[in-house]
């Protein structure tokens, strides 16, 4: 007897990618942000506008990626880049690549406390819609007080912000199967005689992403998402990130006895050798690194103060410059490949990739890389 995920994930599957039977799923992060993940100067970080935009979405469709996640982003970090500070908001940014897309899952990655769930119900279904159910929507709870100001927002804390965004949730999957007027009376919101029509093509509703890290993130993921997103601590060793990432899922597991995909993220820079690569990657880091808009995502994400041996969080930070934190990736087309397949070995069901230098670093990945990736049955 199939599980009520299983049902639902062949439900989805009908129009929505993320449910396919590649055994890597692949997908574009941030490309509606200046700087995208890359918190440097280097020449071909990515701009915002709508061509470049544009022109990274083509790629991903004539690549099949099953996803492009932009970011929710409100206010840049400062620093001699404004590392984020041009963003296109990623309701609409879903819309426009929905709307020249044929393939990937679009995705909103949405601040829940930015915006009523009526609203957000209303404008997921009509991306629906325009995309042919191929929605999906990425929750976050915020954690930049800097943006909580620009709404006039007081920030909660941590927990409390994950129960909100319970109840924003339930809101919407309310809204998005209901064929009767919807009454909500919670703590965080009230709803009356709501009511959505059309409502999403995707059945029951569209699908969720998550990317909570705390505990009480991951309780929020294993009860409402879809799709859970991980960072793995272990980087390097094969066996060390299997093991986390098993455990991450029987954390999972326990605490809802669902068996939700699991995706990451990394960042790639491929070069004709690996001497090469690394060379761009201290250009990138060392070179023209932003290192004080660095010290302002670290302030506001409340690292600066963790507690670790040196040489870690420095390759922490050299990370976060060249990546925001995501899986470096660094060598030859055929190394690329190597580590992803090693995340694929670990049990990673898709991966978010980013490259410092964004357009040029994708066009080399879809005619180098893509067609190895083909080749080892990966895609």
């Known amino acids: 007897m199939k599980k009520s995920d299983e049902i639902r994930a062949e439900m989805l599957h009908a129009t929505n990618p993320l449910f396919n039977k590649r055994k890597l799923k692949l997908g574009t992060f941030g490309s509606n942000l200046s700087g995208a993940q890359t918190v440097s100067s280097m020449e071909g970080v990515l701009k915002v506008d709508w061509p470049t935009a544009s022109t990274v979405g083509a790629m991903a469709d004539a690549m099949e990626f099953e996803a492009i996640v932009p970011v929710g982003r409100w206010r840049g970090f ?3 880049t404004d590392f984020n500070g041009d963003s296109f908001e990623s309701y609409t940014f879903a819309a426009g690549m929905a709307a020249q897309t044929k393939y990937p899952a679009v995705f909103a990655t949405s601040h829940v406390s930015t915006i009523h769930p009526t609203m ?5 279904a009509t991306i629906d819609h325009i995309s042919g159910g191929r929605f999906s929507l990425n929750v976050i709870t915020g954690w930049y007080k800097a943006e909580f100001d620009a709404f006039g927002l007081a920030m909660p804390n941590h927990d409390a912000r994950y129960d909100g965004a319970a109840e924003w949730i339930e809101i919407m999957r309310l809204l998005w199967q209901s064929e009767e007027p919807v009454t909500y009376e919670g703590k965080y919101y009230q709803v009356r005689n709501a009511l959505l029509r059309p409502q ?13 890290q705390s505990k009480k993130g991951r309780q929020f993921s294993a009860k409402y998402s879809d799709i859970t997103f991980m960072v793995p601590e272990n980087r390097s060793d094969p066996a060390a990130l299997r093991g986390e990432i098993q455990q991450f899922r029987k954390s999972i597991r326990e ?6 995909k699991l995706w990451s993220y990394t960042y790639i820079i491929q070069a004709d050798t690996e001497e090469q690569a690394k060379k761009i990657h201290h250009h990138c880091v060392h070179e023209k690194g932003d290192w004080a808009g660095l010290s302002n995502v670290f302030e506001a994400m409340g690292l600066n103060n963790l507690s670790m041996p040196p040489e870690v969080k420095v390759k922490l930070k050299e990370d976060f410059i060249a990546g925001f934190g995501g899986v470096p990736l660094i060598g030859t087309k055929e190394q690329i490949v190597d580590g992803l397949k090693l995340f694929v070995d670990a049990g990673i069901d898709g991966l978010l990739l980013t490259w410092p230098s964004y357009v040029e670093g994708m ?6 890389t893509y067609p190895l990736l083909v080749q080892a049955g990966l895609r």
């Open 78 to 80: 400062g620093g001699d």
């Open 120 to 124: 957000a119900a209303k404008q997921a």
């Open 200 to 212: 999403p093509i995707q059945k029951p509703c569209p699908p969720v992403m998550c990317a909570g």
């Open 255 to 260: 605490q809802s006895g669902r068996d939700i």
């Open 363 to 368: 066009r080399r990945f879809q005619k180098d």
